[in-house]
Nanobody, 119 residues
Framework: QVQLVESGGGLVQAGGSLRLSCVVS????????IGWYRRPPGQQRELVAL???????NYADSVEGRFTISRDNAKNTVNLQMNSLKPEDTAVYYC?????????????WGQGTQVTVSS
């Protein structure tokens, strides 16, 4: 079992910044990838940013150039630096880790952290 705990959400004005952190209960280098997802009000959950075991990153078009995903292997933490926030970034943000064990894939989710951007 893998636990993920997100933190860093809050209320910020448009144009401001927040830094989200996801602490994983085991080595993040054992994960195939770890990503940040979000669920805006009344919408489906969507991928925001992803970092693979090899260090490659992917971003949603809507956050490219504003958000940066990074990791601290020693602390088993994946961070999401969010700059130039917009009201449409308002959502619950979730961290997800993907682990392969033999031939099976396991997805582990955190509980989420609320980000609210006021105009």
């Amino acid at each position: 079992q893998v636990q993920l705990v997100e933190s860093g959400g809050g209320l910020v004005q448009a144009g401001g910044s927040l830094r989200l952190s996801c602490v994983v209960s085991r080595s993040i280098l054992s994960m195939i990838n770890i990503g940040w997802y979000r669920r805006p009000p009344g919408q489906q959950r969507e991928l925001v940013a992803l970092i693979t075991r090899g260090g490659s990153t992917n971003y949603a078009d809507s956050v490219e150039g504003r958000f940066t995903i990074s990791r601290d292997n020693a602390k088993n933490t994946v961070n999401l630096q969010m700059n130039s926030l917009k009201p449409e970034d308002t959502a619950v943000y979730y961290c997800k880790a993907v682990l392969w064990v033999e031939i099976r894939k396991y997805d582990y989710w955190g509980q989420g952290t609320q980000v609210t951007v006021s105009s």
